[in-house]
């Protein structure tokens, strides 16, 4: 199944960047012409229009060469500190296995707001709370043409999902005896899979994974992509707009406004402390993220003039 982005995709809000190895903030990552969605991984349906995008409420992105990732032990350590420890081995072992091919590494947090339920893009599939991991924005040369009709480009990446909490797994290739590369996102492994762009359309339709839209305030993931010379790690946490004990307090309108790292840290950390409504295990989500926010703000802080 592939999917037009015409008209169809969510225009992506501003994000927060980091650039390089100082920490800026910027009001707008790159994006793909003609389309808006920024060239970082993302969430969203499918449906007969095209790929719509979830609102990416807040987006912190760290760009490190290769040579001072794996040169630079203080930093290397400083950025890996806001990983689980299950993460940090995948990254580990990635990085070695890469070699002297590894150019670049990036780390992304990324604040999503859930959009509403749609039937999965898999035409064999009636669930109605999968949801699209989409790496085509992140692969695409940046010189390559969307809207060329001849434009025709499938790559296979590597990639895995860890560190879960309120998302689950969605057509499992052996479970549903489909072709691995055309799979849901793998849980806990790392696993390749198909990306490919056709006739201005985002294709195939796979990298799903479960996010119910109502049981939790918030879910969080952590996935990490390899492909090429670039390696990705994007800690992604979902909040349900949709649940009242978040849409009262307008948190999401509230992290539209933030224009720092450390002021979406401490957003995270009182909403969490403060909101008597929230269970315990999405406090722990929030303060989660927000702690992961506070070591990588750390890590690229202790080498501003580099």
Same mark, same amino acid.
């Given at each position: 199944?592939?999917?037009?982005?015409? &008209?169809?995709?969510?225009?992506?809000?501003?994000?927060?960047?980091?650039?390089?190895?100082?920490?800026?903030?910027?009001?707008?990552? /790159?994006?793909?012409?003609?389309?808006?969605?920024?060239?970082?991984?993302?969430?969203?349906?499918?449906?007969?229009?095209?790929?719509?995008?979830?609102?990416?409420?807040?987006? *912190?992105?760290?760009?490190?060469?290769?040579?001072?990732?794996?040169?630079?032990?203080?930093?290397?350590?400083?950025?890996?500190?806001?990983?689980?420890?299950?993460?940090?081995?995948?990254?580990?072992?990635?990085?070695?296995?890469?070699? $002297?091919?590894?150019?670049?590494?990036?780390?992304?947090?990324?604040?999503?707001?859930?959009?509403?339920?749609?039937?999965? &893009?898999?035409?064999?599939? $009636?669930?109605?709370?999968?949801?699209?991991?989409?790496?085509?924005?992140?692969?695409?040369?940046? !010189?390559?043409?969307?809207?060329?009709?001849?434009? !025709?480009?499938?790559?296979?990446? #590597?990639?895995?999902?860890?560190?879960?909490?309120?998302?689950?797994?969605?057509?499992?290739?052996?479970?549903? %005896?489909?072709? *691995?590369?055309?799979?849901?996102?793998?849980?806990? %492994?790392? $696993? /390749?899979?198909?990306?490919? *762009?056709?006739?201005?359309?985002?294709?195939?339709?796979?990298?799903?994974?479960?996010?119910?839209?109502?049981?939790?305030?918030?879910?969080?993931?952590?996935?990490?992509?390899?492909?090429?010379?670039?390696?990705?790690?994007?800690?992604?946490?979902?909040?349900?707009?949709?649940?009242?004990?978040?849409?009262?307090?307008?948190?999401?309108?509230?992290?539209?406004?933030?224009?720092?790292?450390?002021?979406?840290?401490?957003?995270?950390?009182?909403?969490?402390?403060?909101?008597?409504?929230?269970?315990?295990?999405?406090?722990?989500?929030?303060?989660?993220?927000?702690?992961?926010?506070?070591?990588?703000?750390?890590?690229? #802080?202790?080498?501003?003039?580099?």
């Amino acid at each position: 199944t592939a999917a037009s982005t015409s &008209g169809a995709a969510a225009k992506a809000a501003p994000g927060k960047i980091v650039s390089g190895l100082k920490v800026k903030v910027s009001s707008k990552l /790159e994006t793909m012409p003609g389309i808006g969605l920024e060239r970082i991984p993302h969430l969203g349906v499918y449906n007969f229009e095209g790929f719509v995008a979830y609102e990416n409420a807040a987006v *912190i992105h760290v760009r490190v060469p290769a040579k001072v990732f794996t040169g630079c032990e203080h930093l290397r350590e400083g950025l890996l500190e806001c990983l689980a420890h299950s993460v940090q081995e995948v990254v580990r072992s990635e990085v070695k296995a890469k070699g $002297s091919s590894l150019t670049e590494i990036e780390l992304l947090h990324i604040v999503h707001s859930r959009g509403a339920d749609a039937p999965c &893009g898999r035409l064999t599939c $009636s669930e109605r709370e999968h949801v699209n991991l989409l790496y085509h924005p992140w692969i695409l040369d940046k !010189d390559a043409n969307f809207f060329d009709p001849k434009l !025709d480009v499938k790559h296979t990446i #590597r990639c895995g999902i860890y560190d879960v909490f309120g998302v689950t797994e969605a057509h499992n290739p052996e479970v549903d %005896r489909i072709e *691995i590369k055309e799979g849901g996102a793998p849980f806990m %492994r790392m $696993s /390749e899979r198909f990306v490919q *762009i056709h006739s201005q359309r985002f294709s195939p339709c796979n990298l799903q994974l479960t996010s119910p839209s109502s049981s939790l305030p918030c879910q969080s993931f952590v996935s990490v992509v390899s492909f090429k010379g670039r390696l990705l790690v994007s800690c992604h946490l979902i909040l349900t707009g949709s649940h009242k004990t978040l849409m009262r307090r307008g948190v999401i309108a509230r992290i539209r406004k933030i224009d720092s790292v450390e002021d979406l840290a401490k957003l995270l950390e009182i909403e969490a402390k403060s909101n008597a409504n929230l269970r315990k295990l999405c406090k722990k989500t929030l303060m989660q993220f927000s702690e992961k926010l506070v070591a990588t703000s750390k890590a690229m #802080r202790a080498y501003p003039s580099n």
